[in-house]
């Protein structure tokens, strides 16, 4: 009798580590904040700029990395009525 093979827990301890990095360098920026001189005045273009680009970025490395083959080559028939059960 053999043992079942555990399942692999990659995708888990990636997002895992990626998600105790954010947390350690969030917590230092709180502290950088605390022992900051002088407050901060908040600049427009910069709050923008923070705020927007790297969702912006995020959304082309995915646009540049995902790619859809066409369905004949995935082995689909090219119906317009595929996957549609008929009762």
Known sequence: MTAPTPRP???AL???ALWALALAL?????AAGERWPEPL???GAWVWGLV???PLLMALWLLRS???EPA???GQAL???RGESID
């Open 52 to 54: 927007l680009v790297p």
């Open 79 to 81: 119906h317009p009525d």
């Open 26 to 30: 969030s917590a230092g920026l709180v």
């Open 66 to 68: 995902w790619r859809l």
């Open 14 to 16: 990636a997002v895992l």
């Open 9 to 11: 827990l990659g995708p």
């Open 41 to 43: 005045v908040p600049v």
């Open 72 to 74: 004949a080559s995935r």
